[in-house]
């Protein structure tokens, strides 16, 4: 079995400061991770993933995350925000062998204040 | 990236009415299509698999005769909320698997339902 937790339900931070979004997970098994984004009126879109390699991904609008085995954490950060990254992001794990199911955190609301 | 419609992105329905939701993959072939119901302030929950041409899978705790899944074409799935009761209103949401990818990071989501009972 497996679970997402996402601290934060809601996120305020001042345009152009940094900002942190939590995740921590727990999983008998290897696992892929995923930060989904969602705007306002939009389906969720998918921002980054980890699913081997680096423990360092990107993504091509300045949000980067870090895999931490042993604190079983994603968390993700954007060193500057922009008025535009105000969205609901979504923390999700799946097992890594062959395709499994995703399984989602209940969500971080980022309000960016211009 | 791939798109995924769903249909209506809200609607109220009185009690006892059957709402029906729909799910397209507008620019591939999904044989794999999921049904996910979200509460205030709570995850995403997986409701079923549907399967082109075959019987959805329930997640456990989910009736089947309540939320029937349709899968009839690699392009659309339907989710008919039977008989609705204010205890349905959530938000519910489609996502559909890419058939060229392995793990979540093939899931194209919809924008999802928001489905009131009155």
């Known amino acids: 079995a497996q679970s997402v937790t996402q601290l934060d339900s809601q996120v305020p931070v001042f345009e152009e400061a940094p900002v942190e979004l939590r995740c921590n997970y727990s999983s008998s098994v290897s696992v892929y991770l995923f930060w989904y984004v969602q705007y306002p009126n939009q389906g969720l879109q998918l921002l980054l993933k980890?699913?081997?390699?680096?423990?360092l991904v990107e993504s091509i609008n300045g949000f980067e995350a870090e895999f931490n085995k042993s604190q079983t954490s994603f968390h993700l950060r954007k060193p500057s925000v922009h008025i535009s990254d105000t969205a609901e992001y979504f923390c999700a794990v799946s097992g890594s062998g062959g395709y499994q199911k995703v399984t989602f955190g209940t969500g971080t609301k980022l309000q960016v204040i211009p | 990236g791939a798109v995924v419609s769903q249909h209506p992105s809200w609607v109220i329905c009185k009690s006892g009415t059957s709402v029906k939701i729909e799910c397209r993959s507008l620019?591939?072939?999904?044989?794999?299509m999921f049904w996910y119901r979200q509460f205030p302030k709570q995850s995403l929950m997986l409701m079923a698999t549907s399967n082109e041409g075959s019987k959805a899978t329930y997640e456990q705790g989910v009736e089947k005769d309540k939320f029937l899944i349709n899968h009839a074409s690699l392009t659309l799935s339907t989710l008919t909320v039977t008989s609705a009761h204010p205890e349905d209103s959530s938000f519910y949401i489609c996502?559909?698997?890419?058939?060229?990818?392995?793990?979540?990071?093939?899931?194209?989501f919809g924008s999802g339902t928001q489905l009131s009972v009155l």
């Open positions: 980890y699913l081997s390699g680096s423990t």
């Open positions: 996502s559909a698997r890419d058939p060229a990818g392995g793990g979540g990071e093939k899931l194209f």
């Open positions: 620019d591939f072939q999904a044989t794999t």
